[in-house]
């Protein structure tokens, strides 16, 4: 079965300090990246995906994640991060007909 | 173009009562899903729809969960009766087909007194 672990939980940074956040996944197939982000009182949102190609990928608000398949990882990574940028963070993987969730980082960018 | 729409945004009942929510999602999109999420947990698959088959509904309880998707459209989630454990929030997402992003909707916050 597929599962997704992203291993912070609670993430505090300072405006302008640099983020990632860590995604890792245990299926054997071919699969599908997501990371969607959820701002206080809004719904889930799609930041950025992965199906093929280049394992760098770029999303919106510059935020990047890379793909490394030996590693069943797909870590988000911001270099600057801003007030705005408070919000939940939640890595999913489509595999074999499922698109499953990890629990979400929730990330407060202080002033 | 309109996002995938849920009502009711809120829902307060007392337990052993029924409730249904409501999604009419992204036109086009064959693949609806509902999933529950509680507070600080990631969004966890009820059941997903291709059209209007139930194509995935293992993690439904279907003692008190049932849902439809009539005409392959919008769909409805309803629990009977509700218990004190099925205050969440309750999502409802399309996409284009399987393994393709999900588009999600507000949610529906349930709180069961």
């Known amino acids: 079965a597929q599962s997704v672990s992203q291993h912070n939980h609670h993430v505090i940074l300072s405006e302008a300090a640099s983020l990632e956040l860590g995604c890792n996944y245990s299926y054997g197939g071919t699969v599908n990246l997501f990371w969607y982000v959820q701002y206080p009182g809004q719904h889930l949102q799609l930041l950025l995906k992965?199906?093929?190609?280049?394992?760098l990928v770029k999303g919106i608000k510059g935020f990047e994640a890379e793909f490394i398949k030996s590693e069943f990882s797909f870590n988000l990574r911001k270099p600057s991060v801003q007030w705005s940028d408070t919000a939940e963070y939640f890595c999913a993987v489509a595999g074999f007909q499922k698109l499953v969730f990890g629990t979400g980082t929730r990330l407060l960018v202080s002033p | 173009e309109a996002g995938v729409v849920q009502s009711p945004r809120y829902k307060i009942i007392e337990k052993k009562q029924p409730v249904a929510f409501w999604c009419n999602p992204i036109?086009?999109?064959?693949?609806l899903y509902w999933y529950l999420q509680n507070l600080g947990q990631g969004p966890e698959l009820l059941i997903r729809?291709?059209?209007?088959?139930?194509?995935?509904d293992s993690q439904l309880p279907k003692d008190r969960f049932s849902a439809e998707r009539l005409k392959g459209v919008d769909s409805t989630l309803k629990i009977q009766p509700a218990e004190l454990g099925d205050s969440a929030v309750y999502l409802c997402a399309s996409s284009p087909g399987v393994s393709t992003e999900a588009f999600f909707g507000q949610g529906t916050r349930l709180t069961v007194v």
């Open positions: 729809y291709e059209n209007e088959e139930a194509v995935d």
């Open positions: 992965y199906f093929s190609g280049d394992p």
């Open positions: 036109s086009g999109h064959n693949t």
